[in-house]
């Protein structure tokens, strides 16, 4: 239970997350409620919802570290959004000390016009390849360049991506919304600065090349390709649910119905939603972080003067071996990514580099690789990322797309023209007789 007290606040922070159960809490907020009653709330559904710390003091934290300084260091806090007291969602505020929760208060936001047009890719990243913020777009599906530029406002979005429920307003959509912007706020610069080091040779510290590494598992996690990927596997457990428990021997039909029903509770309702996906972009970008930093890092620089790199709707691709071992496939270590970092820099995530302590002070930035290539080497990582990536690429002109799928075509026909002559050498040697 938690208990009020007077203890300082640490630091300040916003934190979007999901709960699932029941929180008590004291509410200080006379408007709402009255003062000094303590409530009970039973959460029966998951709910999104976002909490945001008051700084009233200024408290250090008893190991010297400023409590969610990083967004990828968030604490983990309860909350819960009462939308019963007000025509508005209303948020719950948490003052704490350290992890230990100690006062809330409940207040009502300004109302505000919802923001429909909500970005999965970040419009920074866009414009980094834009000329006044218009790109040229390549139709990956048909193979077709369109014929006029498309501002980066309506690029990679989708109206409500964010929302509980896909392309219906809600405020976890702009819960959701207010999260990205301080995420892609605080990771401009830090991209920006990154990609001039590496063009112009300065030593990459250890820190740049995690936060490249937190930033490229953001956009994974946060594309649409990954939200279909989810929505797959979901469709895939629906189908086969029945198959579940036909291999379940040793189990009455009164427990393989216990069993499909805890599937279709937790699993099939959710089918519609969005949820899963959301909580994976907050709770999983540290995990996936971590592994993409464990591992070896090239910078590919373009020193062509005829072709720049290409950015997609998928700006971190997954790329697996052409060969594939085992029944589950590549692990994540077998895998390759890239990542589209501006026109003359793409990054490409490989192998493993297994750090040990002293190497963070010692061989700072020792495991990145630089990498100059010229004309054709940037039309392959071009052909890369088109062959990778979900529906659509852009680029600053429609240079990039046509080099690319002239060579595509180029590369088809010599490959029939191989099959023509195999077919015909089977002929003449009779192998069909």
Same mark, same amino acid.
């Given at each position: ?30 408007? /709402?409620?009255?003062?000094?009653? #303590? &409530? ?11 909490? #945001?710390?008051?700084? /009233? ?70 414009? #980094? ?10 139709? /990956? ?20 991506? $964010?929302?509980? #429920? ?42 740049? /090349?995690?936060? *490249?590494?937190?930033?490229?598992? $953001? ?5 649409? +390709? ?70 070896? &890092? ?49 990054? $490409? ?14 061989? +700072?930035? +020792? ?15 071009? *052909? ?50």
């Amino acid at each position: 239970m938690m208990r009020e007290n007077q203890q300082d606040v640490v630091a300040s922070t916003s934190y979007t997350g999901q709960i699932l159960g029941t929180l008590r809490f004291f509410v200080r907020n006379p408007s /709402i409620m009255s003062q000094g009653k #303590r &409530v009970s709330t039973e959460i029966k559904e998951p709910i999104m919802h976002r909490i #945001r710390t008051e700084g /009233i003091g200024a408290a250090q934290a008893a190991e010297g570290n400023e409590i969610g300084s990083r967004l990828w260091e968030t604490w983990t806090i309860l909350g819960v959004v009462l939308t019963d007291q007000s025509p508005y969602p209303t948020v719950l505020h948490l003052d704490f000390s350290l992890s230990q929760p100690t006062r809330w208060s409940v207040c009502t936001p300004k109302c505000m016009s919802m923001k429909a047009n909500q970005h999965w890719t970040p419009k920074f990243l866009l414009n #980094r390849f834009a000329v006044k913020k218009m790109l040229v777009v390549h139709n /990956i599906d048909t193979g077709k360049i369109l014929t006029r530029a498309r501002s980066t406002k309506s690029c990679c979005s989708q109206e409500y991506f $964010h929302a509980q #429920r896909k392309g219906i307003a809600d405020q976890t959509s702009q819960d959701f919304e207010e999260y990205m912007g301080i995420f892609e706020t605080k990771f401009a610069p830090i991209v920006k600065q990154f990609e001039q080091d590496v063009i112009d040779r300065k030593e990459i510290s250890e820190q740049q /090349i995690r936060n *490249i590494a937190f930033f490229a598992s $953001h956009l994974m996690l946060r594309g649409v +390709k990954f939200r279909d990927m989810i929505e797959g596997g979901k469709k895939q457990l629906k189908e086969g649910k029945s198959r579940i428990t036909a291999g379940m021997v040793d189990l009455d039909q009164k427990a393989k119905s216990a069993v499909l029903k805890k599937i279709e509770d937790e699993y099939l309702d959710s089918l519609e939603d969005n949820s899963t996906h959301l909580e994976m972009i907050v709770n999983s970008t540290l995990i996936f972080g971590n592994l993409l930093y464990s591992r070896k &890092v090239t910078a590919y620089i373009s020193c062509s003067s005829d072709l720049s790199f290409i950015v997609t709707d998928t700006p971190v691709i997954d790329v697996s071996p052409q060969q594939r071992n085992g029944f589950r496939g590549p692990g994540l270590f077998e895998r390759e990514q890239y990542m589209s970092l501006s026109p003359r820099v793409i990054l $490409h995530f490989h192998g493993q580099h297994f750090r040990k302590p002293e190497e963070f002070i010692n061989k +700072k930035g +020792k495991h990145l690789k630089r990498q100059s290539i010229s004309t054709e080497a940037v039309n392959t990582k071009n *052909i890369l990322f088109m062959t990778h990536s979900y529906k659509e690429a852009f680029s600053s002109s429609s240079r990039e797309f046509e080099y690319a799928l002239n060579d595509m075509n180029d590369r088809l026909n010599k490959h029939r023209d191989q099959r023509r002559k195999e077919f015909e050498e089977a002929l003449r040697k009779g192998f069909f007789d």
